[in-house]
Structure formats: structure tokens, C-alpha cells
């Protein structure tokens, strides 16, 4: 008969032991913390629950037309909106400034070479919350000029210390444009791939860019004639632009030191992934007479963008994060609007709670995108 | 690059191009076409970027040598280099200050003194070891420099002094114990020394003081160094849990990691700030700097755990599975055969984490109204002498070339250390 091992030395046992005693202490100390926060709550007399949301928000957003008896929900979910736009354009923008200054580092001209090392070593160093205290405080507010003698381009664009004032559509409503893009969008897609799909059966050569660009050309400009759409200018009108879009000066700081920030981030990831495509290919390219600009964007980039794309998702995830410091310059993001309605009588607790969620879902669904990127980037193997 | 074709065997071997920078011996007329005007579009960008840099360092150089009005970054020097730190004390920093130079010296010859006797030292002749260390320290020396001109007093120059002999004694002291035969008695009690000396220091600057005066650039470094210490345990834990083989634990590990990862710190900064006394007894809740290291600590821990699994991935199983074969035990298993190699591997990796996290000490004077640098270079140009003068430019430069200058001589010696480690090419 085999003698079975007592409990108390048997491994399975053991583990679970272990791990349910790691369980009960984490779980002690999450209740402890929540105790004293229903009974501090209590005894401050401070709601857990979320029905401040339906309160008035009683405060103003700049640039936005919400009225102060708009509830709490809808202020936050203005903010996250702004959040959003600056992080879409953030992310745009820094990727485009962030590739080319990586390619700079790696350029046969010496002053461009040098240039671009020299930006990534003094930009990388620097904490971003001074680039966002000297973009509002030295550039916005220091040499941008009053409104009075505003700098004016071509008639266009008018920039003053109030922000930028560009020409902007008017007429119609904002999901129609969007909707006509979106046609377009599709159809330059499914015409460049009729083009390639022609190229690859006669060897003729495909142009897909062309023929799809030329197609949504024609599609926004049949669009916005069909649709009633006009062009608004931009015109200083008194203390204020009247006409066209006005962006705030804490989104022009926020978005440039965003933007300069990240970018030093994105340019040496594209550097690394750059110098990890085997020599031999941008040889090969050179063997079969592409031009420079061929090279890079045939050859060597499509390969070096299969290796930044996950640290280059790391990078966009903390320019997301980092827009929250857009509260500290007084740009109405998220954080700032949660911030306004703590101040303003809203229980912190669940204010808080609210916009970490939002954050991580942010986080989450980007990562998400990544991810399904680098999965079709990927090489498949065997 | 014709000429970059050599024979090989029969086979042709194709050389990538060497970058042979200014200091080729074809003369200057052929680096410039080759650098500068290769093909028109070099040229245009030559031209371009050119006139924009020559433009950008003319306004730097007027900026710094003849408009900027650097008065007020010589009157508030103290305030911006230690806060608030009570003037009667200030000798303490000194003491610690050459306390630490001693104590990194020490290490430094330590492991020299061991490669000696190892044999595997690289031997370089005086004047190369004096050139390397130039090249590696010259920044943070002209800054330091700087800052003890500008400071001028006596005070600073003596304990620079004091830290740099105290630094090379140790050095050389260190040296020569490494290369001795190593006793036990002596390792015992040199390593107790080195386990002792930061706390011992930490205990002696804080003793009846506590650290809610301190203010401007050393609260950067303080909360920078003490949260990136108390993290690392933490951050170690976390990614043994991630990879344990406990479902539990490896599940409550990863749902914490990602949380945080998921979360901007200035958020959580601020939930800190306004929302942790609701979490913890009335009488416990801590003063602000306390806050600000939790929340570092606990933010920090998070990334560690990440580059740590990443180290311990890194590790081949043959290892484990020797120490397996040899009868240790799971802990010791990943006490004295894991962990090691692991943590060695990401070293690199930490001192990156620890430069983000001293850059993100910023955060905790906006989030917090804590007297860092960054907001003291505001406040002092709100002084009745600097008011409305718009001096913010100043005053945010000198906080710039602060964070700058620590920042950059970091990241090149982590890079040095990168290389020296040969991580990824073993």
C-alpha cells in the first residue's frame, strides 16, 4: 500500500495555500482601504455614487459653446473629445516629424546629420511639462503678437496671442464632410486596387497613389459643391477673429510640445529600425538604379516599419498619456475638466475613478490597434 | 563606392560605407562636395538647414551672452539648487554630498580592482584614462563649473573639492583592496560599509528635519533616487508574480501592472493629491513629498516589472534547468542562478526608467504645488525686484540645462555600461 503524502508537504496543496494566503492579504488591504473611504465619505457627508454626473456643470469650456447649466456628463465628455483631437493630431504630426528627423540622423549630409542628432539629444533630456510652461509662457504669450498686429498669412491664416485662426468649412454640417470622406477614402482605396491588381496582369506600372488621390480629389470637390459647402476666412474683428476655426493657444502649446516631445522619442526608434534592415537591401536598391527617395520608401522603410511599429505604440501611448498635462497650461482635456468639477463640488473619488477608466480604455484600444498592426505587418513564416 | 569592393577569397565582399567624418586625409574641398553637395538636393538641404542653424545659434548666442538678464538666476541660485532647505543645516548636503562622492569612488575602484585581478582590466596609459574621462564628463563638469561661479561663495567650492579628493582617495583605496586577495573578513565588512553609507547619509541629512522644506533641483534628484530605490523590490516581486507558475498571483500581478501602465501619472498625481486622505485613517495621511514618492514608487514599480520580465525572459532555461539538476530550491533557484543574470541584463534598461522618472518629478510640483525646480523658476519671477520684467524665459532655460545636463550625462554612461555589459551579443 503507498503511504499517500500528508497534506501539509504535498505541493498542490501547498500552492494553493500560498496563493490563497497572498489573495486574503490583498484582498484585506483593498477592504480596508475601501472601508475607510465609505466611512470618511460618509462622515464628510461626500456621495460614492455617480449621480453628480446629472448636476450642473457650472463652468465654461474656452472655445466650446457648453453652457453652464450643462450636466457634469456632458462637460467630461467634451474634454475627452478635446483630449482625443489633440491626440489623433499628436500622434499624426509626431510620427511624420519623428521619421524624418530619424532619417535625418542617418542622412550622407553632415549639417542635416548633425542637426537632427543634436534636436534628439537636447529634446530627449528635457522634461516635457518645461516644454509646455515655455510654449505658453515664452512662445504664446512672449512673442506671438496682440491681436491688433496680428501676424496675417496671405489673408488666410491670422495668428495672435489668442491662437490661430484658419480657414474653415461652413454651411453644412460636420458628419456629411466626414461622410464624404469616408466615400472617398473607399473608393481611393478599392481604385488602387484595381490599379495594382491590372499592374500585377500587364506589368504596366500601377501609379494606385495617383489614380486613388486623383479619385478622392474629385469625390470631396463633387461633394462639397453638392452639398451647399463654403469656404469661411478668418478676419480680426475687435478684441477678437471672427469667422473660419480658432484654435485655443493652450492646444497650439499643448500639440507643439506634444508633438517636439514625441518626436525626439519616435526619431530613435526609426533610426534603430532603420539601421536593423540588412544593409543588403538598400544595396540591392541601388544595384537595380532606384533613386534615393525610392529606396527608402520601396525598400527600407516598409521593412524598418515591420520593427518600430511595437515601440512605436509605446510611444503613442505615451503621448496619450502625456496630453493630460495639458491641465497644467489650462487647456480643458479630460484631466482638466475632472479636475474644474472637483473643485466645483463633484465627489473626487468617482471623478477620479471615472477618468482613470477612460484613460486605460484609451490605452487599451490603442495597444488593441497596435497589436492588429504589427499581426498584419508581421513576416509569416512557414 | 567602387573603391569599398575587396577580394575575398574569390567572392566579392561589399563593405558598408565608413563615415569618415571631418577628418579625412582627402582634403577639404572633397569632404565638403562628398558631406555637404553630393547631389543637387544635398545642396538645397545644405543650404537650407544651413542658413536655419547659423540663424538659430545667433539667437542662442545673443540670448545667452547679451539680452538673457541672468540676475535673477544668480540672486534665487540657492533657492532654485535646494528650496527652502533650513540655512542652518546646509552643512549636512555638504557632508552628504562628499559622503556619496567617497562611496561611488570606493565602488568604482572596487570593481577595478577586481577586473585587475581578474585580468581582464583594459590597461590604458594615464593620459588616455584622463582624455576618456574628459570626453565623458565634460559637460556635467563646465555646468557644475557654472553653477560654482555663479554661486560665489566659498562654500560650494570647498565641497566640490572636498567630494572630488574624497572621490579619488576612495578610488585608489578601492583599487587596492580589490586587487588584494580577497578575505573574508575584509569582503564581509567592505560590503556591510557599502550597504551602510547611503542609509547612514540619508538618516544624518533627515535627522529631525524630514524633507517637507526641501525645495527645488535636489527634490527632483531626492524623489527621483528614493522612488526609484523603493520601487525596485516591488518592481521585482511583480514580475516574479507575473511569471509565476500561480494562477492567482500571476493574475492579480498582471491586472496591477497593466492598470497603472494604463493610467498617466499625472492623474494619478493628482488623485493623490486630493483623494488619498479619503483612503487611509486621517491620522496617517502624509505630507505631500511622502505622497509624491508613493505614488512614484508604486507608478515606477509597474515599468520596472516590465523590464524586468524582460530580463528574466531573456534568460536560456538550460540555466534554470541546471540549477534544477544541481538540487537548489525554486527560491534559490531564482535567487542565485535567475535573478542575477536577469537583473544584470536590464541595468541599461533601469537607469533609462530612472531618467524618465526624473524627468516626470516635474509632474509633482504641478500636480501637487510641490517647491521643485520647475516651479520655483516660476515663482521667483513673481519677485517684487523680477516682477512683469518677463523673465520666465530666463528662469525656464536655467531649469532646462539643469535637467539637461543630469539627463544627458545618465543616458551616455548608460550607454557606456550597455556596451561594457555586451548585452545582446552574449
Redesign the interface.
Same mark, same amino acid.
Given at each position: 500500500m503507498t503511504r499517500r503524502v500528508p497534506l501539509w508537504r504535498d505541493v498542490r496543496v501547498l500552492r494553493w495555500i500560498v496563493q490563497l494566503a497572498i489573495v486574503a492579504v490583498v484582498a484585506a488591504i483593498v477592504i480596508w482601504l475601501y472601508g475607510n473611504y465609505t466611512t470618511n465619505a460618509a462622515e464628510a457627508n461626500i456621495p460614492t455614487n455617480f449621480d453628480f454626473l446629472d448636476n450642473p456643470a457650472s463652468f465654461q469650456i474656452t472655445g466650446n459653446s457648453l453652457s453652464q447649466s450643462a450636466p457634469v456628463r456632458d462637460a467630461l465628455i467634451q474634454g475627452l473629445l478635446n483630449t482625443l483631437r489633440v491626440c489623433v493630431a499628436g500622434v499624426i504630426a509626431a510620427t511624420i516629424l519623428g521619421t524624418l528627423v530619424g532619417i535625418g540622423r542617418l542622412s550622407s549630409n553632415w549639417i542635416v546629420r548633425k542637426i537632427a542628432t543634436v534636436y534628439v539629444e537636447v529634446v530627449r533630456n528635457i522634461p516635457l511639462a518645461l516644454f509646455l510652461v515655455a510654449g505658453l509662457l515664452v512662445i504664446v504669450l512672449g512673442v506671438l503678437p496682440n491681436i491688433n498686429d496680428a501676424w496675417d498669412f496671405l489673408g488666410l491664416v491670422i495668428l495672435s496671442n489668442r491662437g490661430l485662426a484658419v480657414p474653415w468649412y461652413e454651411g453644412g454640417s460636420g458628419r456629411g464632410l466626414l461622410l464624404i470622406m469616408l466615400i472617398g477614402g473607399l473608393l481611393w482605396w478599392a481604385v488602387a486596387r484595381w490599379r495594382r491588381s491590372v499592374s500585377n496582369r500587364t506589368g504596366a506600372p500601377a501609379r494606385s497613389g495617383l489614380w486613388g488621390g486623383l479619385v478622392f480629389v474629385v469625390v470631396m470637390v463633387v461633394g462639397w459643391f453638392a452639398f451647399g459647402y463654403t469656404w469661411s476666412v478668418p478676419a480680426v474683428e475687435g478684441r477678437a477673429t471672427a469667422g473660419g476655426m480658432r484654435v485655443d493657444p493652450s492646444f497650439f502649446a499643448l500639440f507643439f510640445a506634444l508633438v517636439i516631445y514625441t518626436a525626439s522619442h519616435i526619431a530613435e526608434i526609426v533610426r534603430g529600425s532603420i539601421q536593423a534592415v540588412p544593409l543588403g537591401q538598400a544595396e540591392a536598391a541601388d544595384a537595380v538604379a532606384l533613386s534615393g527617395f525610392q529606396k527608402m520608401w520601396f525598400v527600407v522603410l516598409p521593412q524598418a516599419l515591420r520593427i518600430a511599429i511595437p515601440p512605436l505604440g509605446n510611444q503613442y501611448l505615451n503621448l496619450i498619456k502625456n496630453s493630460s498635462l495639458g491641465a497644467a497650461i489650462g487647456f480643458y482635456d479630460l484631466t482638466l475638466v475632472a479636475t474644474t468639477t472637483v473643485g466645483n463640488g463633484s465627489p473626487a473619488v468617482p471623478v477620479f475613478a471615472l477618468t482613470m477608466l477612460v484613460y486605460i480604455s484609451l490605452s487599451l484600444v490603442t495597444s488593441f490597434i497596435v497589436n492588429v498592426a504589427n499581426r498584419r505587418m508581421a513576416l509569416v513564416e512557414r | 563606392m567602387s573603391d569599398a569592393i575587396v577580394e575575398l577569397g574569390s567572392e566579392p565582399v561589399?563593405q558598408?560605407p565608413v563615415d569618415r567624418g571631418?577628418t579625412t586625409r582627402r582634403g577639404a574641398g572633397v569632404w565638403v562636395r562628398?558631406?555637404?553637395f553630393? +547631389?543637387p !538636393?544635398?545642396g538645397v538641404? +545644405?543650404v537650407v538647414? @544651413?542658413t536655419? %542653424?547659423v540663424v538659430v545659434l545667433y539667437k542662442v548666442f545673443t540670448f545667452v551672452f547679451l539680452t538673457g538678464r541672468w540676475e535673477i538666476i544668480r540672486v534665487n541660485l540657492q533657492l532654485l539648487m535646494i528650496g527652502r532647505f533650513p540655512a542652518a543645516h546646509v552643512l549636512r548636503l555638504a557632508v552628504t554630498v562628499v559622503g556619496l562622492a567617497a562611496w561611488g569612488g570606493l565602488i568604482a575602484g572596487l570593481i577595478s580592482g577586481r577586473r585587475a585581478r581578474a585580468g581582464t582590466a583594459r590597461r590604458l596609459p594615464l593620459r588616455r584614462r584622463a582624455a576618456d574621462l574628459i570626453g565623458r564628463f565634460w559637460a556635467l563638469a563646465l555646468v557644475v563649473l557654472y553653477l560654482l561661479v555663479l554661486a560665489g561663495t566659498p562654500g560650494p567650492w570647498i565641497m566640490v573639492g572636498l567630494a572630488l579628493a574624497a572621490a579619488l582617495v576612495t578610488r585608489i583605496a578601492g583599487g587596492w583592496l580589490g586587487r588584494r586577495r580577497p578575505n573574508r573578513a575584509i569582503t564581509v565588512g567592505l560590503a556591510l560599509l557599502l550597504a551602510a553609507i547611503p542609509p547612514g547619509l540619508y538618516l544624518y541629512v533627515l535627522a529631525g528635519l524630514g524633507f517637507d522644506e526641501w525645495g527645488g533641483f535636489l527634490l527632483n534628484l531626492f524623489l527621483a533616487v528614493c522612488s526609484i530605490v523603493l520601487c525596485f523590490p516591488l518592481g521585482v516581486l511583480l514580475a516574479l508574480g507575473r511569471r509565476s @507558475?500561480?494562477?492567482?498571483?500571476r493574475w492579480?500581478c498582471t491586472v496591477y501592472i497593466e492598470?497603472i501602465? @494604463?493610467?498617466?501619472? $499625472? *492623474?494619478?498625481l !493628482?488623485?493623490a493629491n *486630493?483623494?488619498l &486622505? $479619503? $483612503? *487611509?485613517? +486621517?491620522t496617517l495621511a502624509p505630507e505631500k513629498a511622502t505622497r509624491a514618492i508613493v505614488v512614484f514608487t508604486l507608478f515606477t514599480a509597474a515599468y520596472m516589472a516590465e523590464i524586468v520580465r524582460g530580463g528574466l525572459q531573456s534568460i536560456p532555461r538550460g540555466q534554470i534547468e541546471a540549477a534544477k539538476a544541481v538540487g537548489l530550491s525554486p527560491v534559490r533557484q531564482t535567487v542565485y542562478v535567475v535573478l542575477p543574470q536577469a537583473l544584470r541584463n536590464v541595468i541599461p534598461a533601469q537607469i533609462g526608467q530612472l531618467?524618465s522618472l526624473f524627468?516626470?518629478t516635474? !509632474?509633482a @510640483?504641478?500636480a501637487m504645488g510641490l517647491f521643485e525646480l520647475?516651479n520655483v523658476s %516660476?515663482a521667483i519671477t513673481a519677485q517684487e525686484a523680477f516682477r512683469g520684467q &518677463?523673465l520666465? &524665459?530666463e528662469t525656464?532655460t536655467f531649469?532646462?540645462l539643469m535637467?539637461?545636463i543630469v539627463?544627458?550625462t545618465m %543616458?551616455r554612461e548608460s550607454q557606456r555600461l550597455e556596451r561594457r555589459l555586451g548585452v545582446g551579443t552574449r
Open positions: - | 561589399i558598408p571631418p562628398h558631406n555637404l553630393r +547631389t !538636393l544635398d538641404l +545644405t538647414f @544651413g536655419i %542653424s @507558475g500561480l494562477p492567482l498571483v492579480m492598470i501602465r @494604463g493610467a498617466p501619472l $499625472f *492623474v494619478l !493628482l488623485l *486630493v483623494a &486622505g $479619503f $483612503f *487611509v485613517p +486621517t531618467i524627468k516626470d516635474t !509632474l @510640483g504641478i520647475l %516660476s &518677463g520666465i &524665459g525656464i531649469a532646462a535637467f539637461w539627463a544627458f %543616458s
